[in-house]
Each structure stands twice: as C-alpha cells, then as structure tokens.
C-alpha cells in the first residue's frame, strides 16, 4: 500500500497543499483514512492534524453512502456497469453476515480494524444493504474510523511497528 501511495502523493503534489493532498487520499475508496495516513507520515505532517483531516476526510462519503448506494446500484444495474455493481453486492454480502450478525459491534469492528476490504466505504456499503438504521450505521462508522485512525497513527508514525513487513 506505501507504494500506491507514494505514487499518488507524487501525482498530487504539484496540484495541491500536503493537507489537501492527505485529505483527497481520505477520500478515495480502499485507500481512505489508512493510505491518508501514510501519506501524512511520509509527507512530515503533525500526527494530531493529520488524524483530524484524514477522519474528516474518510467520513464525508459515509452518509452519502448510505442514503443513496441502493438507488444507485438499481440505476447501474440496467448499464454496462452491472458487472461491477454485482461484484460490489456480492463482496458486500459476504461481509454482511459477519457484520449483521452483531450489528452495531459489528460494523464498529469492521471499520475498526485496517485489514485490507474493510473501512468506511464497505462498511457503509454493508449497512445500506443491510437496512441497518442510519443513525446505528453512522455511529458505528465513526466510532470506528476514529478507532482506525489511533491504530494507523501508531503504525504510520513507527509508535508501534509491524508485526509482518
């Protein structure tokens, strides 16, 4: 993932301030808040500026996420794009039983927890697919990006070193 990173860090750094460019990386599936941090360490950002801007950053598509990924993926299954919204479904799915079965502690957990597929975008995935109430799904997503955040930070700013390198 450093690598992915780097090389986006390299992309935007032309355009954009380092906040900013921390901020964006928050943004993007898969890499989200994680892939925003290292980029923070890599770029020399204070640890405490860089949470609050990558949390900021990872949580803006979540209610969106929400309300909305249903009437999308309906939309998107008349298009070309089904095959990826049946891909998207399907991987959604399979997280969902995980998930659903503890709900709230659930989602918490699987936002939590920087393994590679889950975070705020799946998560938020899993919650609309699921029906979960909105204010359940947005509770535990940001209960759980905060969680990610604390274990990223201590990674990304070498607190705590990795186990498997």
């Known amino acids: 993932m450093e690598d992915l990173v780097f090389n986006i860090i390299q992309a935007l750094k032309d ?3 380092p906040q900013m460019v921390i901020f964006i990386i928050s943004l993007i599936p898969i890499l989200e808040l994680r892939g925003g941090l290292i980029a923070a360490s890599i770029l020399g ?10 949390i900021i950053g990872n949580l803006i598509p979540v209610p969106f996420i929400i309300m909305f990924v249903k009437k999308i993926f309906e ?7 089904s095959v990826i919204t049946t891909k998207l479904e399907k991987k959604a799915n ?3 039983e995980k998930v659903f079965k503890y709900e709230k502690w659930g989602l918490y957990f699987f936002v939590a927890i920087p393994f590679p597929g889950t975070g705020a975008w799946t998560g938020s995935l899993v919650a609309a697919l699921c029906g979960m109430k909105f204010k359940n799904a947005i509770l535990s997503i940001f209960l759980g990006i905060i969680t990610a955040a604390v274990i990223m930070a201590l990674f990304s700013y070498g607190v705590i070193r990795p186990l498997i390198s």
């Not at 950002?45 to 990558?54: K, N, P, S």
């Open 15 to 17: 355009f954009f301030n």
């Open 45 to 54: 950002i204070d640890w405490r500026l860089a949470m609050i801007i990558c």
């Open 75 to 81: 939309y998107l299954k008349n298009t070309k794009l």
């Open 94 to 96: 399979k997280s969902s």
